[in-house]
């Protein structure tokens, strides 16, 4: 792969940015740069339009309205646990997707949340002014929590609870713990102000953007009844599955429709939709995305790149890819353990997908000498700057510091602290409820903060979800996990002995499942609503687990927030400041699972020596089909094919700057027309995370003409059609 | 993990190697070091009697003699190919061992072969002589076959044919092709005239030390005819299995006797036999170990450690972990499914321990840092010196080149070339047989070195032995190879197609599976003796694909030995040359699964602070009992608790360096005497692939008063017994 510069050296040297490079908040999108490249006008107008059209899926991902009816656009892929959740012996959803033909078809999705940015305020003063108020020194424990579509590299096995917790703070120095629980307590409180005065109907979320550098007050309007309309087979949905994905050429319909409905069960009524142009855009044609980029480290140190190097991402990367082949030859045993597996299998697929060209990005020496060479470049403009270094101290030797204090027992964290050594959903719903009933006892300013009150709902919606739970799936899980503990801590680890006991992972996570009964959404509740007396005298085993982990669990995340996270984040918040000081916004910040507009234009890129064309074709699909999966076109498609149009634009590339969380995006061109449904990215896509290369980086659509061929003449979808018809003709 | 010099840097210093370091040959062993700093004088009749009686195991091992009828202490892990091969649905010697109480019940080893060094020859003139009559240039394609307990990193799934080729040769530049050739041919004709004076009594082998600083002919006497005598069960054989590999405390009975017989169905005579101390050797004793070491890479350059730490390490770790969860979880099925895979279940995990440590080496940026240092020192030191540097001239450039030149069709090399993606037995013998059946139509010099007279009797050992071959396990082997070829070499490739056509993987695994009588020894007799003609007639599936293949197989590893290994070898042999040059023999060649001895002392190591005793004793072998695998203490051992001393000593570490093939080295004290049984090492022994740690490095060994011991009270092992108690009386 080639090397592209990165934002920090441009900063530094007050270079431009790369062409096409950025995913800009919407306050403060480069028009003018756009206008000098591409000769487009972006108005305020245009941006009010575009943000109000645009959802985030709370499941990690992105979607637009196509109607004024609540109608939403979004992949199949941002369906998953719905999907799953409507697929039992009888029905195959996941396998033979799902057409609607009138509101009474749709399926609900209950774990599934959509949100619309309505307002943003800066907040960026008062937090620095309840800073300057702090009489130091005063400790306490608190924690914040991140969405994204991707797991987190060191604890992310399936992420059942959404409000997984990257818990951050209380730090090594009294004043760095005061400030960082002013700042939270500040954050709640501005927070919970925020919604009282909504009464409801309005989620208030604080964001720091630049790492700290800016502080934003975020309110949404919150959908919680999320209907599916429409799903393509999964043999078109996701054609070429594991094999095709992050390649291109492609031809996936990776597009899905979903309805948000009010309170009264009526569809919600969204006036601020997108328009579609079926022809999409031509090649060179200016687009935009907007979107909710999960995350992105560009501004790591050198040091956090060599431990994602060297330690996380071979570890995850090993681990996962030893259960992807568990998963891969249960899903032989018969067909329902196919079905079963189709889910976490694709889940972890992708993921093996990412990390491994993470790494391969890490592992390319040019790389680690550039981020070497831009971070000396960094530290001398520093020192240079006598005032803003006694500001920002020494940031780099904090974080090796750090890093040097949490190697001895990440394991340890990691397995016990972070639950890794506790695969499968029912386990995460016991340490849910345990934890759950204690942290809703105490005072809400003192709970762990991914239990605050605020976050509560979205934690019931998906402990109370009819979501299936699949046991033998379950033992796998689990076993794998446990074993894997074992093999990393070691088999005289006294943690992995009180575990275990004389039992083997095998014998162990098969006695939990099975004397288990919270596979029930009612006893979950019933356990939930009873608290603290209800969770103390439950005798359900894998409660009893949860229960007798948690004060270790507890002791090992508090030790990790205080010895790696907390200096980790206060040092990454002084390099902020170092660069916001520099350069203030004329970049972008990295990406936050919060609303971005990347832009960039229909194009192919050169793979060694030859031109990749940026659309795809149908009739190539059918040239490809081999009868079997993931290479087999659907019997759907089959009988249809004489009816359809072999020349219709199937998928397309484009120079976007995105990541992980825009899955879902529309593509939209300069009259914010949609003209592409983003579904993907090229395998050089991946390096994103920490830098962007313009060269060879590509987002993949969906080309809005096959998503309508389909729709009419493959699976007669008149309800959808009708919809998105009339809406276009407004 | 502390850092240790090796020994690059010490001969360039002219520095002392590290205490305790090196593999030394015989005709070169550090006798005055050894004197000095342990008061032992090794005398040449010491060497001589310890050489004849250490034998090499084919299969990738050492044992001793340990009676002059024949008998051999070796590993239970170096008997795993007969151990699965008397393995079946009613007796199962893999989980209950064999102990056999008369010649009658011994079991005939079908794929093993033993032998013993009888003499070395320097033929380093010869060969320099044969190259100096050189009239340049010429091309002609060649190889040769190394053979080692570790697998090759880049093509080693499990070893079937023991012949893992590792071809080198022909070079960029027709001197250095004309050049290898000769080399190859003056080599090849030296062993044909040693083993037709031989008359079939001896094997003749040449081998290169010091990367080609010196020539030998090595003579070993060969037995063919091999019989299993005891093996404990696999629940104290490998107590603590995979979670305890690399790991110390230890409480493994690793140890088997096999026998060897004369062709006429007698015992061998084998009066240079070791006698055993049961009392074994003390705390800070010297001990030593004579054995056949298989590979060690410390002479790699740096560029060569980067390859193998950004591509080929991560890739072997990451497709050999999913196919540990295969194989995992396919155990899980019913018993017989467990009982299949054990074996190379065993085998996998073990590589990836190993595999995984030296991951962990190559990512330590100071090892990377010092070995780009030393590098740096050598190349400065040839540029110092104009005649060696005309003579040498630039081997780290022209291995930097060959790895560019390799990069771009490394995974159509591996997959298709070397058959990583072709998994499971019988692919491996229809390759072997549409190969040979070509190559013993020519001449013997034009071969492939692989299939050269001197190497068929092996060839035909291993293809005619009733190894089992279990279907399902051949399936999953085959369509997981299948399956990572099409994800790695993507499902558009024209080779992926040709194979595949529109099966799956596991469609097509399944019909040749199932379709092919490979699995018959009989069957491939045939095909053997019946050659081309045989081969070219066969429509059996499986011959049908290897044919298939053949010429493109043969083309990428014609182009693999061009660009790649033939510079690499012509430029490690400058290397070598410009080394040897300035220190001699002062040193210790790379391990090349030639007789070695070692040296060092009984000790424990200091472990994050706390000591580590040198010996394990039995009473705690019962306390780490779960009655689980793989902790369960065996039933036999249960049952005779009572009669055992807890005091015996288990199992122990010493400061020996040793590697892969080194497993079942007796380690012997300045009398000669077994002290002990080489099974294993620490997990820092496995960076000693790269340098050697005389803090942290630690071989395992097992104590003879265990196995004594056991033989007594548990086995009731009269026979063996009575056979030991002779020995040590003579």
Chains 1, 2 share one sequence.
């Not at 960026?124 to 929590?145: C, H, M, N, R, S």
């Not at 560009?298 to 994602?308: K, P, Y």
Request: hydrophobic share 40%; net charge negative.
């Amino acid at each position: 792969m080639r090397l592209a510069f990165s934002g920090l050296l441009l900063i530094l040297l007050a270079s431009p940015l790369q062409a096409d490079e950025g995913m800009w908040t919407f306050d403060n999108f480069p028009a003018r740069s756009v206008q000098q490249e591409y000769g487009v006008r972006i108005d305020q107008a245009w941006l009010d339009q575009v943000r109000l059209a645009t959802v985030r899926l709370e499941n990690g991902c992105t979607g637009s309205f196509a109607s004024d009816n609540g109608l939403i656009l979004t992949n199949r892929h941002c369906t998953f646990s719905c999907l799953s959740e409507h697929t039992d012996a009888d029905h195959n959803v996941w396998r033979d997707g799902l057409v609607a033909r009138h509101p009474g078809e749709e399926k609900r999705c209950s774990s599934q949340q959509v949100s619309v940015l309505m307002t943003t305020t800066d907040i960026t003063k008062q937090v620095a002014d309840a800073i300057a108020e702090l009489d130091p020194p005063e400790i306490e424990e608190t924690a914040t929590v991140t969405i994204s579509e991707s797991e987190n590299v060191e604890t992310g096995e399936a992420v059942v609870e959404q409000d997984e917790a990257e818990s951050v703070q209380t730090v090594q120095e009294a004043s760095d713990a005061a400030i960082n629980e002013a700042r939270n307590k500040i954050l709640t409180r501005l927070e919970q102000a925020c919604e009282a005065e909504a009464k409801g109907k309005i989620s208030c979320e604080a964001v720091a953007l630049y790492h700290g550098g800016q502080y934003f007050l975020y309110q949404y309007k919150r959908y919680s009844d999320v209907r599916l309309v429409f799903a393509p087979e999964v043999g078109i949905g996701a054609f070429g599955g594991d094999p095709d994905n992050f390649n291109f050429p492609r031809w996936c319909l990776d597009a899905a429709f979903l309805r948000v409905y009010d309170d009264d069960g009526q569809p919600a009524k969204t006036p601020d939709y997108l328009r579609w142009r079926a022809a999409g855009a031509q090649a060179g044609e200016p687009v935009f995305v907007p979107g909710h980029p999960g995350s992105t480290e560009r501004q790591l140190t050198t040091a956090q790149l060599e431990l994602l190097r060297n330690v996380s991402l071979p570890d995850w990367l090993m681990r996962n890819a030893e259960l992807r082949g568990r998963y891969k030859q249960f899903s032989t045993v018969d067909e329902q353990a196919f079905d079963e597996v189709q889910e976490p299998l694709t889940r972890i697929e992708n993921g093996l997908k990412v990390r491994k060209n993470e790494l391969a990005a890490l592992l390319d020496d040019r790389l680690m000498d550039q981020k070497r060479q831009r971070e000396a470049t960094l530290r001398a403009a520093v020192t240079a700057d006598p005032v803003l270094a006694a500001e920002v101290g020494d940031p780099w030797s904090q974080i090796d510091q750090a890093i040097v204090e949490y190697l001895p027992f990440r394991k340890q964290y990691l397995y016990i602290g972070a639950g890794v050594g506790f695969g499968g959903k029912m386990f995460a719903y016991a340490r849910t409820l345990v934890r759950g009933a204690a942290e809703r006892a105490k005072p809400n300013e003192e709970r762990l903060r991914e239990y605050r009150g605020t976050a509560l709902p979205r934690i019931e919606q998906s402990l109370f979800a009819s979501a299936p739970v699949h046991p033998r799936l379950e033992q796998i899980q689990l076993a794998f996990s446990l074993g894997k503990m074992r093999e990393e801590l070691g088999p005289d680890d006294p943690n992995v002995q009180k575990i275990l006991g004389n039992h083997t992972p095998e014998q162990l996570a098969r006695s939990l499942v099975e004397g288990s009964g919270l596979a029930d959404p009612a006893l979950r509740r019933k356990l939930w609503e009873g608290g603290t007396v209800a969770v103390a005298k439950s005798d359900d085993p894998m409660i009893r687990l949860a229960r007798a982990m948690d004060p270790e669990a507890r002791a090992l995340r508090k030790r990790y927030e205080e010895v790696y996270e907390g200096p980790i984040k206060a040092a990454a918040e002084n390099l902020a400041r170092a660069r916001f000081a520099i350069d203030g916004t004329s970049t972008y910040p990295d990406a936050t699972f919060t609303l971005r507009l990347s832009y960039g234009a229909v194009k192919g890129w050169n793979e060694l020596g030859h031109e990749v064309d940026p659309f795809t074709y149908l009739g190539r699909l059918y040239a490809r089909n081999t009868g079997q999966p993931p290479f087999d076109v659907p019997k759907s498609w089959m009988q249809r094919k004489r009816d359809l149009d072999m020349k219709t634009r199937f998928n397309f590339v484009a120079t976007i700057d995105a990541t992980g969380g825009n899955s879902g995006s529309p593509v939209i061109n300069k009259d914010a027309q949609l003209v592409g449904l983003l579904f993907d990215g090229n395998a050089y896509s991946i390096a994103g995370a920490y830098w962007y290369d313009p060269a060879l980086n590509r987002a993949i659509s969906v080309h809005p003409a096959i998503i309508l061929e389909a729709l009419e003449k493959v699976y007669d979808a008149d309800y959808v059609l009708g919809e998105l018809s009339e809406a276009a003709g407004r």
